[in-house]
């Protein structure tokens, strides 16, 4: 089983930015596919960035041109640069393999992003 943690989160103005990092335990080097995924109240969870194993990358609409979604396969470690943040980017966020739970690969606790004046 490959855990994963994230952190980075916390509470920023609207057009702040944050980064957020997720360690995880086991190697990505094989992983097809790794995600940033977020759920807000009352909301299902949905993915909002990934990165291919080619390195190739994809956003849901609302975050493309605001986030950028990288990876350091040597640290096991994916990265979510978020700018220009908006109130309704308030989620937690979390990372796991695309599609979710693959590889042994489960979810983590989570980071707490809240954008708010």
């Known amino acids: 089983q490959a855990q994963v943690v994230e952190s980075g989160g916390g509470r920023v103005q609207p057009g702040g930015s944050l980064r957020l990092s997720c360690a995880a335990s086991a190697s990505i080097f094989n992983i097809e596919s790794m995600g940033w995924y977020r759920q807000a109240p009352g909301k299902q969870r949905e993915l909002v960035a990934e990165?291919?194993?080619?390195?190739?990358?994809n956003y849901v609409h609302s975050v493309k041109g605001r986030f950028t979604i990288s990876r350091d396969i040597a640290k096991n470690t994916v990265f979510l640069q978020m700018n220009s943040l908006e109130p309704e980017d308030t989620a937690v966020y979390y990372c796991?393999?695309?599609?979710?739970?693959?590889?042994?690969?489960?979810w983590g606790q989570g980071t707490q992003v809240t954008v708010s004046s």
């Open positions: 796991n393999t695309v599609p979710a739970n693959r590889r042994g690969f489960n």
């Open positions: 990165i291919t194993g080619g390195g190739s990358t």
